[in-house]
């Protein structure tokens, strides 16, 4: 059932594009406890990645407006999204289990990973299993 769960919090639709920007469904965004930095993380993570020009996060819609640049195709918009989100769920119960300064720390390293790390054609996002690790 939990994967089931998983399936559905983590399909990702487009709402609303236009060249350059794209407004994307993330049902899992309604899900998340209003204590945990969803907004901050998600902008952060997805605007780390090259050709992101910015990214806003809505609770209340479920969606992220991201505006991106031209060259880059829409489809790898929404895969990014998909991957991301994807890779967040799965590590949400690992990650509310960090203080607040963890958390930080975490999401340093992460945005350090992901700008200096090129993605595939996909936009698939994976992490190195030692970026939980402190250092």
Known sequence: MKKVL???LTRVTVAHSLPGRVRVRVPAIAHVPESAPVEE???AIIAAVRGIRSVRVSRETATLLIEYEA???ESQIVNLVQSV???LVANAERFVSLDAEAQQRLGERVRRYLSSTELDPACEVTL?????RER
């Open 6 to 8: 998983e399936a559905v």
């Open 41 to 43: 993380y998600t902008q």
């Open 71 to 73: 060259s880059v195709p």
């Open 85 to 87: 989100t994807e890779l």
């Open 128 to 132: 190195p299993h030692d970026i939980w």
